[in-house]
């Protein structure tokens, strides 16, 4: 069943990490893409920094789309979603002098993306909307692996599940299964030991296969 995928623990992104002196010996930083996207992103900030405007630019369009996959999980629905990436990107600009560049980019900006959906969905407090999965693309615009996977009747039953999910395990949901974090990410993100984030994405599947009425695709 295509739903094995989403509610198991065999998703490609659980895999185990590589380090740099792995099983092929010959590995280095330089084929570490972690360190690649660290060295970008770095080299995108200093820009910026500097005085260069396109650095933000570009920084901000490597990670739109996964800011926008997350603001949208938590808003509901497309208007607030791109209110709270603009809100979250001006806090950014002003905060980026205080970051430090050792540091991985992409989870210091989901805890200001989460904050600032958060804010906007108690501000607004809206209806869902009726686009959620259909936004979250690949940075090539390609569909997400989500969407790829998703049928139209049992997506609409997922999301409205995915928004009663307790704030703790949809936060871990859509880290794991939209952003494609692996646990180690997921655990620096939400500052939590790596038992509680497999227990809490376990948790938010069995309340997703119960909820949304889909213990016979799993």
Not at 29 to 35: K, S, T
Request: glycine share 10%.
């Amino acid at each position: 069943m295509f739903w094995l995928g989403l509610f198991s623990d065999s998703s490609p992104n659980n895999a185990p990490d590589r380090g740099v002196g792995g099983a092929s010996g010959g590995s280095s930083m330089v084929d570490d893409p972690d360190a690649m996207a660290k060295r970008q992103d770095g080299a995108d900030i200093t820009r910026f920094l500097g005085g260069e405007a396109e650095g933000f630019d570009v920084l901000m369009n490597r990670y739109r789309s996964r800011a926008y996959g997350v603001a949208l999980s938590l808003t509901g629905n497309h208007d607030d979603a791109m209110d709270a990436m603009q809100k979250a990107f001006i806090r950014v600009s002003r905060a980026l002098p205080r970051f430090r560049l050792e540091e991985p980019f992409f989870p210091w900006l989901y805890r200001i993306v989460r904050n600032a959906a958060l804010n906007q969905k108690r501000d607004e407090k809206r209806h869902y909307g009726d686009t959620p999965l259909e936004w979250v693309r690949e940075g090539d615009g390609r569909p997400s692996p989500l969407q790829d996977t998703l049928a139209d009747e049992v997506r609409t039953r997922l999301w409205a599940a995915i928004q009663d999910l307790p704030d703790e395990m949809r936060d871990v949901f859509v880290m794991y299964h939209f952003e494609g974090m692996k646990y180690r990410e997921i655990a620096q993100v939400c500052d939590i030991p790596l038992g509680t984030v497999m227990s809490r994405l376990h948790g938010a599947r069995l309340r997703l296969r119960g909820s949304a009425g889909l213990e016979d695709l799993s």
